[in-house]
Each structure stands twice: as C-alpha cells, then as structure tokens.
C-alpha cells in the first residue's frame, strides 16, 4: 500500500488502477497464480495459470549452509521480501477463469444465503501436482534412485468431499492418507483403494487401533503403523500375534532438531511424540528377537506445521538422514521409506521470510533440499536411498478454500468538527481550535503533543468542574479532528513518524460482517494467525476508508484487527465505503487447512454454507456440490436441546400469555410461525 499511496501522492491526478489494488492487498504475493484482479475490479479465480514458484529449477543446494532462498535464514523473524513478478490478469472471459464476485451473485440468485465458503476443486488438484511434481522434478535432475509418495493428514480438513477429490487427483501419484486416530483410520480404510498408496497410522494407538489397521492391510492395501512410543512395540507386537497378521512397521524419530515458526514447540527432545535415538537401537534389537527386523519399513520425524525457516528443515534433514543410515546398518535393512512429515509451509502474508505467517522457500526448494540432503547422505555411506514420503497438509489445502463475508454495516469514525468557535469560547477550545487550524505537514508532531496535552487538560478541568460538557464535547471533537488531519498529512510522507503509527488503527471504522471468527477463522482468535483478507469488488476504486472487521458474535474478541503487510502486520484494512443499499462483500482467503474442523458454535452459530466450485471442459466452471450450513435446530441437538421439546414448551408459554391476555390470538399464532421458521433457518443473518 505505501508504494501505491506514494505513486498517487506524486501524482495527484494519477487514477487508482487495478495495479494498485493487487499491491494494496498482496495478491501476486501470497496468491501463488490462483488469484488475481479483472479489468472489472472483481477478484478472479484462475487456477489453471497458477505462476510458477520463485525457484523453478532444481539447483544445487548445500547441506551445511543456511540456504534459506533470501539470504535471511537466520531464524531472526525479519520481513526483508523478494520481489515479485508481475502478474498480467487474464479477461474476463479468458477460458479457466472464475469472476468471484459474479459466482457470489449467481449464488444468492439461487437462495444461497451468505457466509458462503468457497472451495475450488482445480486448486486442490493444482497443489498436489506442484508438490509432487517438484520432487519428482528434483529425484530426476539429482538422479535419485527412490520414488516420492505423498500422504495428506486427513486431520488437515477431513470434509468428505475434499478427502475424496485429493484421492481422485493425487491417484495418477498414488497419493496416500494419514491417519491420527481411529475414526480417522476407519474413514481412509473405506474409501482409499489404491493398493500402491501409502495408509500411514500415527497417533497413539490402543488395541482396537492396531487390530483395525493390521486387518485393514488384509484388503491389499499398504498400511504402516508408525511406533509412536516405546511400549507400542509390544502392543502392536501382542496384537499382530493374536490376529497372526505381519505388521509393516515405522518409527517415529524424536530428533533434536527443532522447527521454526509458531509452532516449532512440537519438535525438538522434549517433543510429545517419537522415538529418543536409545529407544529407536532398543526398538530394533528387540524386532531382531523376533526374528522381525524386516517388518521396519519407515522412520519418520515431524518438526511441527507451517515450518517458516529453510534452515530447520535443513538441521532435521542432516540429522534423520544420519538416523536412517545408522538403523540401516544395525541391521533394519527392510527400511525402505523416509517420511519427512509435514511442516510445508504457506506464505500466508506474501513476503517470502520467515516470519510466522510466511515462508522464506519455494515448493521446489524445499524438495530440492529434501532429495540432495538424502542423497547426499545415503551416498556417503552406500545404503539405497529410500523412497521419500511427505505429509503436506496445509500446503496441500489451504489456498483451496476462501470464505465470503457480506458486511452488515459500519460504523465510521466521526470527528464532527465545528464550522467556527465563539469569540466568547473557553480559553482551552481556543487552543484546541487553534492546534487543529494550524496543523501541517511541518508541524505533525507539534500539533499532535499539543493536542495530547490540551486533551489532558481538558479532563482535569471538567473533574475539577471547570469546564462545562458542551465545551467538553468541542474539545474532543476538536482533539479528533486534530488526529486525523495529522494522519491525512502523515500519509502523504516518506516514512510515517512512530508517535504515530497507532493513529491508524485508533481511528478506522469498524465494519460489521457476517460471520464467527470462532466458526470460521479460529486460528486468527487462537493464535493470531494472520490471513489475506480483501474485497471481491470495486477493486478498480480506491479504498479511502480504513477499518477492522468486526464478526456478529456477543464477544469483544469477534473481531479481526491484524492483516497482512508486506514487511509488517497492519492494524487496519484498505476498504471502501459501503454504499447505502449496495452489497458489499470480502473475502478470507487460504482458510482451507483445518479452520472447518477447528471452528466451534460459539453463539451457536454452525457451519457455513459450502459451495465445491470446479472448471469445466469447456472452461467454464460448474457449481458441483453445495453442503447447507448448519440450522436453527441442528446446533441446537448438538447442545442436547430437543427443538420439538423447545416447541411444546413454549407452546406452553403462549398459552399462559394468551390467558393473560398480554397476546392475541394473532399474535401467538405469529410468534409460533416465527419460531418453526427459526428452527429450520440459518443460524447466519438475512442481508439487511
């Protein structure tokens, strides 16, 4: 935005531009190809001219280096981002092309009330081809002798649908599933048909766990238990014997290592799962008693999601390679699989470092590092290489899933600012009015410490019953003004000064849209987890309002006050104006990985609806699947009220009511409608 704002300030007759626009929010940046703006100023979904990552080639990496992609691996949380290449919006009408604002119309024609969570199927498809196409890219350029084999974590987004349609695109790579529990395992165990597939089983694990999986692998297909701690061994052990099935083994190794980013807590040697380097040599002398060392066909490590730093995954490589290599010549020679778990990570704030929500490598770094670091290693000591497994998840779905919000209404920040003063004015109006007068940009500073301290003055003297409430009201009216005539003129400058920087957000409207954080977006409640937020319209006008978003939920945290920006968090969003009767509709973006699963009913309010949006052969797209949000009734049962129970009882009510005479006969039969009609509606609200 601030290059933007400064073309413009050069210029004062220059027009905003769609260009602007795609600079303001960071759609090149954080939106991989997907997403872009038409001539329109509708945002567009072009799943099928995704641009190609930063890095599009495999190169030689090092193992013992930083080699973070920016030259920034130093895990210091610095923002410095790569320049991005321009991206050209295709028309309108260009085939693969999906007009999002004309998709929400088209929609609500329909009867389809909003939220509305859109999920593109070609995105999904899009991801697990660029994934698995870099490192089939990289095992080809390093001459790697084993195979990659992905696996998504269903606990990533365990929608049917969205399982399903992974398994459909991901079977020309014979893309697999992991599980973490049993009702996870029971799922993949009824839809997963692919025998050359990997069925991975984490998790801690009981008896029933171990015998579903162990007869699971009786219907041909390849499942791995994963030994998440040392007494596993013995249970699977136990188990495999009474059901006399042959188990395929991994272990899951605790490495030293550690990740980086938010959640770089679940690696390192205090880490809540995996193997300790003693009790992985244990494991394995104790399988070689059985006479069942071959049955040890994986190990796997996991440094934790969203892994922000190039240089964690680097240290765990290192570390897991040499792992590998050791087990193997103990004696675990059937070890034919490393599983580098999950970790990919998403680049949700578009600036290409490793700050949380962000990433300082590409897709095709990442498995470049990967391949070289095992090959590398396994060369070093001549063991074959193993076939290379991952667990992407979020980078798999995140970018797939956008949820649409309509704003409510706004309430805009007001500084009502008198036309002029009496002359008979309280000296302290005077030097309030005075201050807002002669403010400019030479004297930002100056005038903004003497509005503090008149402001200061102010309360005192009304305390002290010096000053009456009308000449309260000028003063803090004035105080306002005088606020954002220094922020107008702040805007204007090279570099806004510190003092001020919290102006912004002090003074932004709130801008009231449809929606529960807590269903929707829980992360961004949770752990502040920062998502691309932005207009589907209008973009081709400029934003001249600044705001936060505020969600319909009774509770002070319903609101969003962190966005992303290119080399910082902002405190306010870009927005325009709502117009009087017009609609006007945002998008949160790359919500596709776990916010449907984690999301709760505070309020009671459910899920909402999903649409499954997909390209046609002819380029257009066909609306395939639309799941209803939740009911009335629906969140109601799943707080153990019975609405035909809640019915009769105020039935009940009414009855009383009637006999008091506080309702008419009308009447009552108006608030019993009014009530069944509640019960099967959506527990969103009606446009206004």
Aim: hydrophobic share 40%.
């Amino acid at each position: 935005m601030a290059r933007a704002k400064a073309m413009l300030a050069q210029d004062p007759l220059r027009r905003w531009t769609v260009a602007d626009a795609l600079e303001t929010y960071g759609i090149q940046r954080w939106g991989c190809g997907y997403f872009a703006i038409n001539e329109r100023g509708n945002l567009i979904v072009t799943p099928r001219a995704a641009l190609p990552t930063a890095s599009t080639g495999p190169a030689t990496p090092t193992v013992n280096g930083n080699g973070n992609g920016n030259g920034n691996g130093n895990g210091n949380g610095s923002k410095d981002a790569l320049p991005v290449p321009t991206l050209v919006p295709p028309p309108a009408a260009a085939p693969g092309v999906i007009d999002m604002r004309e998709l929400i119309d088209e929609l609500t024609q329909r009867g389809i009330q909003l939220p509305i969570l859109l999920r593109f199927s070609d995105i999904l498809r899009a991801r697990i081809e660029l994934i698995c196409g870099a490192f089939n890219g990289a095992i080809k350029e390093y001459g790697y002798q084993g195979q990659y084999r992905g696996v998504y974590p269903i606990k990533v987004n365990q929608n049917r649908t969205v399982v399903e349609e992974i398994i459909e695109y991901g079977r020309p790579f014979h893309y697999g599933l992991e599980a973490g529990s049993k009702p996870e395992l029971l799922t993949i165990m009824a839809i997963h048909q692919d025998d050359e597939a990997l069925i991975i089983c984490n998790g801690y694990k009981d008896e029933e766990y171990i015998e579903t999986a162990l007869l699971a692998s009786k219907l041909g297909r390849t499942v791995i238990l994963v030994v998440e701690k040392p007494s596993e061994l013995d249970q699977i052990h136990r188990v495999a014997e009474r059901v006399k099935i042959r188990p395929t083994l991994g272990m899951r190794a605790r490495l030293s290592s550690r990740g980086a980013g938010r959640w770089e807590q679940s690696g390192g040697d205090f880490s809540k799962f995996g193997l300790s380097a003693a009790e992985m040599v244990e494991a394995v002398q104790k399988l070689k008693s059985w006479g069942q060392v071959d049955t040890l066909k994986l190990l796997h490590f996991h440094l934790g999601s969203q892994i922000s730093a190039i240089k964690s995954i680097k240290n765990a490589l290192r570390e897991a390679g040499r792992l590998f290599v050791e087990l193997y010549k103990l004696g675990a020679t059937g070890l034919s699989y490393l599983d580098v778990g999950g970790g990919l990570g998403v680049d949700y704030d578009g600036s290409q470092t490793n700050f949380s929500s962000s990433m300082n490598y590409s897709v095709q770094e990442y498995a470049n590092d990967v391949v070289f670091a095992l090959k590398e290693i396994c060369d070093a000591d001549k063991v074959p290489h193993p076939n290379i497994v991952s667990e992407s998840g979020r980078a798999v779905t995140a970018h797939h899933s956008v949820l649409v919000v309509n704003v409510l209404g706004v309430t805009e920040f007001d500084t009502n600012v008198p036309s002029a003063i009496p002359a008979d004015a309280a000296p302290l109006v005077k030097n309030m009015w005075d201050t807002y007068q002669l403010a400019s940009q030479k004297n930002v500073l100056e005038s903004y410490h003497d509005a503090l301290e008149y402001k200061d003055q102010v309360l005192q003297l009304f305390n002290l019953g010096h000053l009456s409430l009308s000449d309260r009201v000028v003063c803090e009216n004035l105080f306002w003004a005088t606020c954002e005539k220094v922020l107008h003129l702040c805007r204007n400058l090279a570099h806004m000064p510190e003092e001020l920087e919290g102006l912004e957000k002090a003074l932004s409207d709130t801008y009231f849209c449809n929606f529960s954080m807590f269903q929707s977006v829980p992360d961004a409640w949770a752990v502040d987890q920062l998502f691309p937020i932005a207009p589907i319209h209008r973009l081709n006008e400029e934003p001249t309002r600044r705001g936060t978003l505020a969600d319909i939920t009774c509770d002070s945290d319903g609101k969003i006050a962190s966005f992303i920006d290119l080399r910082d968090v902002k405190h306010v969003l870009e927005l325009h104006p709502k117009e009087q009767g017009q609609d006007y509709y945002l998008g949160i973006f790359l919500v596709g990985a776990y916010q449907e699963i984690l999301g709760d009913l505070h309020n009671l309010f459910g899920d909402t609806n999903t649409v499954h949006v997909a390209l046609s052969p002819d380029g257009d797209y066909d609306v395939k699947d639309v799941v209803a949000g939740d009911t009335v009734s629906e969140v109601l049962s799943f707080v153990d009220y019975s609405p035909s129970d809640l019915l009769g009882r105020l039935r009940a009510n009414v009855e009383i009511a009637l006999r008091k005479k506080l309702l008419t006969l009308e009447e009552s039969r108006s608030l019993i409608n009014r009530f069944r009609q509640g019960m099967i509606g959506y527990t969103y609200l009606d446009k206004e």
